[in-house]
């Protein structure tokens, strides 16, 4: 499946640089480029439906259909641009963290550009991409913000100081990333894969206030030990008894009412947290993004609490939030801007890369 979203703004002057950024952190082949915040193209190709059987992302098919789209990849999205390869001055890749697999192959094709055009390389942290990209669509990112990122990977509270060199872990998921509690919550409804999208369809026909399910790490003591983290592992597991139980007792199990009170249940604990965590930091502007940010609920609730709380709340177009190459190019983009130093000949792929490593010297 490949998908082209860029939607170009008016052209910037050719002086600003030129940025391509690769994307491979799990199934999305991702190239990206912009010329100093503006878009340029933003070309992804992703294997979801190989994995869709397995009911989540094998990484070893991953990296094998990066392998094949990197390079039908990279001239699309040139093509879309109207730039040859030779006009780059930049490139960036996603260094960390992810399946280390399918990072290599992007490394692995971003230190071959490089080398052969003879331009500098960025190796950047996913995350911090993630929060980068809404430059390209709202302009300069208000500094310090704290952003939620919140998809099948990960699952984040972070405070962005100074998003070219400063990003520092607020909270964190103890357990399940947000999108896989949705993935798993749609198989046990007996819904595909990703089930996030579906789960979000079918709440809309159900009772949210129907089955009060767990909100995790939210009691007193929770609060005290783990303020913005997060846990679903909990919830999914109460979900699969209230089904079980349903079914062993032969009564039809009220699908979209169980889907609409899981989908309650993430949303209020995400969007709760978040807020709070802006509250508390003396922070006005937040930030949404990662595949769940596309969630009507999460975006409805986090909208409402922002707006009680007179908190700034941006979140970048669905296209956008999901992993691409362009979040890549713009956290690139801001290196170059900013005069940071790009990354040795040994860059590597970091599975683990800490979420406090912007970039890879
Ligand atoms: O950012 P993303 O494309 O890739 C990862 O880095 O994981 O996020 C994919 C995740 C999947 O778990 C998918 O179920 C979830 O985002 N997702 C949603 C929605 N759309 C995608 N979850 C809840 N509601 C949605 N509308
Ligand atoms: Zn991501």
Redesign the pocket.
Known sequence: MTVSDAHPRSASPLTEPLVLGIET????TGVGIVRGSTLLANEVASSVDEHARFGGVVPEVASRAHLEAMLPTVERACRTAGVHLADVDALSVTSGPGLVGALLVGVAAAKALALGLDKPLYGVNHLAAHVAVDTLEHGPLPQPAVALLV????SSVLMVDDLSHQVRPLGVTIDD????A??KV?RVLGLPF????E??RLSDEGDARAIAFPRGLTSGRDMQLHRYDFSFSGLKTAVARWVAQHETDGRAVPRADVAASF?EAVADVLSRKAVLACTEQGVDTLLLG???A???R?RAMTEQRCEDAGIALRVPRPGL???NGAMVAALGSLLVADGVDPSGGDLGAVSSLPVDVVSVG
Do not use: K, R
């Not at 952190?25 to 999305?28: F, G, P, V």
């Open positions: 952190s799990c199934d999305e998809s099948g990977g990960h990333a947000a999108g896989e949705f993935d749609a990703p089930g996030g999208p789960i979000d989908q990662g595949g769940v596309a969630n009507s999460l939030c999901t992993d």
